[in-house]
């Protein structure tokens, strides 16, 4: 097949989890021999922190402003199987009406779910979505599953919807030998969101203040200058995919937060709980609806809602660590690599295009 995708970035991994998602799924798909053409706004936020230049297989096209790359986007639609607009794309909307009309099958990917329906929820506007919602694509899929695929269904009318979960490249994300650097004993990877920020305070910084004597490390973007940062708390400011198997493998013990909007809507793992169980890293994690569908609480990752639970969590032994870590990988490894997900793509693709293909010769022959 030979896709073309209209995103946000892949170029730049700064303050964004588009970018390393949609890199482990070309590589998987280039494996496979599939062709990718990722068409990117360049922007000076992210040119100013390109860590990616060649798609594997593939190519991307960086373009300042829509209307000069028009004839290059006819051209690729021209010779595409299928098209993939995503959301937070700057011309989602502009590049929707393009694919409708000139690709031989259209794709919405929806890498954040919970957010998009939450601020349709409160009546803001979604700048991705045009006034027919979801109406006019094959195919929808969601980076959230449950009651959201239902919700896309009725208030953006999609057709036809699926999930497609995050997911983690092994051949970037493994155990490596820790770094001083990212020593932790808790520690937390993620970009500064305010809706993140009580159970950040509630479940690190508070764990912080209450263990003195441990080193807590935060990596990521965003973060401002009041934050409630305590001595024993050390400060990444941005960590490059190529430096996270080290944070993890440095870490005793890691934490993942899921922003309210998703874990409202649950069935939402994190791209990076499944880098952190790739990489070895004992995981202890915000607890939402359909989590034992990815990861066996108690088995394979701790789950922690109050400060006592995440000192608890920390009073674990090394051995009940590796052991949970252990785990963890051996189902990442089973289940959620950027392989696995490139498979349920092209199987989605496929038996979408089918029945597409169904309809219309049915129609056709009514």
Request: glycine fraction near 8%; aromatic fraction near 10%.
């Amino acid at each position: 097949m030979k896709l073309v995708v209209f995103g946000l970035t892949i170029s730049s991994s700064w303050g964004n989890g588009h970018a390393t998602l949609w890199r482990g799924l070309i590589r998987a798909l280039a494996a496979k021999g599939h062709r990718v053409v990722f068409f990117e706004r360049d922007v000076s936020w992210y040119a100013g922190a390109r860590d990616y230049w060649r798609i594997p297989g593939g190519e991307l096209v960086l373009y300042a402003d829509w209307p000069d790359i028009l004839p290059r986007v006819k051209s690729e639609l021209e010779s595409c199987d299928a098209a993939i607009v995503t959301s937070y794309c700057p011309e989602a909307i502009l590049a929707s009406e393009r694919v409708f009309d000139i690709a031989p099958f259209s794709v919405f990917y929806d890498l954040d779910t919970p957010v998009t329906l939450g601020r349709l929820e409160r009546g803001e506007r979604v700048l991705y979505i045009g006034e027919r919602g979801l109406a006019d694509f094959d195919l929808v899929l969601s980076f959230t599953g449950g009651g959201a695929l239902d919700v896309l269904r009725r208030d953006l009318k999609a057709r036809r919807v699926a999930p497609l979960y995050g997911h983690v490249d092994p051949e970037l994300h493994r155990p490596v030998a820790a770094d001083e650097t990212y020593r932790a004993d808790l520690s937390y990877l993620g970009t500064y969101a305010s809706d993140r920020q009580d159970a950040l305070e509630r479940l690190f910084v508070n764990a912080a203040r209450a263990r003195p004597a441990l080193r807590f490390v935060i990596a990521g973007a965003q973060y401002p200058k009041d934050f409630p940062w305590s001595p024993n708390i050390w400060f990444v400011r941005h960590l490059a995919p190529g430096e996270h198997p080290a944070f993890f493998s440095s870490s005793h013990l890691t934490l993942n937060i899921t922003r309210s909007d998703m874990a409202r809507m649950g069935w939402c793992p994190s791209g990076r709980l499944f880098e952190a169980a790739a990489c070895g890293c004992p995981i202890v994690t915000d607890a939402w609806e359909g989590l034992d569908s990815f990861f066996e609480p108690g088995e394979e990752v701790l789950t922690a809602t109050s400060t006592d639970d995440m000192l608890a969590a920390l009073s674990h032994s090394g051995e009940e660590l590796c052991r949970l870590a252990s785990f963890a990988r051996e189902r990442v490894l089973s289940q959620h690599t950027s392989a696995h997900r490139a498979d349920e793509l092209l199987s989605l693709l496929n038996s979408s295009h089918r029945g597409a293909t169904a309809r219309s010769t049915l129609a056709a022959e009514a």
